[in-house]
């Protein structure tokens, strides 16, 4: 198994700032993902962050908005730009971990709320 | 990706068994059944994933019909610990997916009453 751990749990923001959300697994991991939770939906993948490649981002999602850094096998960051409340959000990294490639793990989530 | 429906919403008594429907008539060959859940202010976790056979483990069962159209998930005595929003997932390979991301439906939320 993987135990994953995110930073900040939650934070409240104004507009037009930005935030650096952290993901620390406690082993190494190659595949990465960060995905969304708009309040009352369901997850939303952003962008896949494999380690010593650029992530790869999904439709409706950019890199300009959404960067992301892979600095290592055991972390990665989510940064959420010039925030407006539509932003407001879980915003959760996972990962494929443990040799068992059919399993994925999620931290607990950072809820970020966008004034 | 190959998409699911399931219910929006069951309910259960606590101790009694549970079955979680799910349909998946666009299913291909090489697709995997995977289930996650996700407890209240919680990220998703994994509670099972099969192919094509009948797959038990700890937590949970999983039944697959025979022409993989549907699935349903079976917790076999229900706690109030069970109570969360069941997603059933397909994806192309066994990690979940041609580059292992899963892609989540809007999944089944289970009240279990005391």
């Known amino acids: 198994s993987a135990v994953i751990s995110q930073k900040p749990s939650r934070d409240i923001c104004q507009r037009g700032t930005s935030l650096t959300i952290q993901c620390q697994v406690d082993?190494?991991?190659?595949?990465m993902f960060w995905y969304r939770q708009q309040p009352g939906q369901s997850l939303t993948l952003i962008a896949t962050a494999n380690q010593g490649s650029e992530a790869t981002y999904e439709s409706g999602f950019v890199i300009d908005k959404f960067p992301i850094s892979r600095p290592n096998l055991t972390f990665s960051t989510l940064t959420v730009s010039n925030m407006s409340p539509e932003d407001s959000s879980i915003y959760l990294c996972?990962?494929?971990?443990?040799?068992?490639?059919?399993?994925?793990?999620f931290g607990p989530g950072t809820r970020l709320t966008v004034l | 990706d190959a998409k699911t429906t399931q219910p929006n919403s069951m309910e259960s008594n606590e101790e009694e068994p549970v079955h979680l429907p799910c349909n998946h008539s666009t299913i291909s060959g090489t697709d995997y059944i995977h289930w996650y859940r996700q407890l209240p202010s919680q990220g998703p976790e994994y509670v099972i994933h099969g192919l094509t056979s009948n797959v038990n483990n700890r937590m949970a069962s999983l039944a697959i019909a025979e022409d993989r159209k549907s699935s349903t998930l079976i917790l076999h005595r229900a706690t109030l610990r069970d109570a969360a929003v069941y997603y059933c997932?397909?994806?192309?390979?066994?990690?979940?997916?041609?580059?292992?991301?899963?892609?989540f439906g809007k999944g089944t939320k289970l009240s279990v009453k005391p």
């Open positions: 996972s990962v494929v971990a443990g040799g068992r490639t059919d399993t994925q793990y």
């Open positions: 997932i397909l994806s192309a390979r066994g990690y979940g997916g041609s580059q292992g991301n899963l892609i």
């Open positions: 082993s190494q991991v190659t595949m």
